[in-house]
């Protein structure tokens, strides 16, 4: 939970204030937020920057006719370009969102051939072409669009900080260093 919703580090995190453990550690869509500004979508501005809407429209009279739109334009504008064609690139996204997706498909009364043309869309759950993965706590109505081997947890017993036994060693004849963990 804390991995996607994660706000910062309290001295003492409080379950009831933050039930998504928002005071654990500082999670990865706040990562972006804090380090990588310019790679997150939250308002709609114009060409010279000026904030248009503070909320991101999805659907009719919104921003994006629908949520492929809204990935195809992050996957082409906030992804540096040589990382866009990246066949390992999926969408996070959270319930909500998916199923904002997929229910308009199945909420109607259907014939058995489009019934199963729509088990094979919702099967290969895409959006914007790229792979959907809904993951559970991540935030309802956000996206994230990256690798998945991006994301790392990291479990130590005893401990809040990872401790290797470094020694370095002088090879003197080779005049280089090794270092050893």
């Not at 990562?31 to 000026?50: F, H, L, Q, W």
């Amino acid at each position: 939970m804390a991995g996607f919703n994660g706000i910062e580090r309290a001295a003492t995190s409080d379950r009831k204030k933050n039930p998504l453990l928002q005071d654990v550690a500082t999670g990865w869509l706040q990562k972006y937020r804090n380090e990588a500004p310019a790679r997150v979508m939250s308002k709609i501005t114009d060409e010279e920057g000026a904030v248009i809407s503070d909320v991101i429209r999805v659907g009719k009279n919104g921003d994006y006719a629908n949520l492929d739109a809204l990935v195809m334009d992050a996957t082409g504008n906030l992804i540096d370009e040589i990382y866009q064609d990246d066949p390992e690139l999926v969408v996070i996204t959270g319930r909500k969102l998916m199923a904002d997706k997929y229910f308009p498909i199945v909420n109607q009364e259907q014939a058995n051939t489009e019934s199963l043309a729509a088990d094979i869309i919702i099967s290969q759950k895409r959006i914007g072409n790229l792979p959907a993965v809904r993951v559970p706590y991540f935030p309802a109505n956000a996206l994230m669009v990256t690798r998945l081997d991006n994301l790392s947890i990291y479990f130590m017993d005893d401990a809040h900080r990872p401790r290797h036994h470094r020694r370095a060693e002088k090879r003197p004849r080779r005049k280089l260093r090794v270092n050893e963990y």
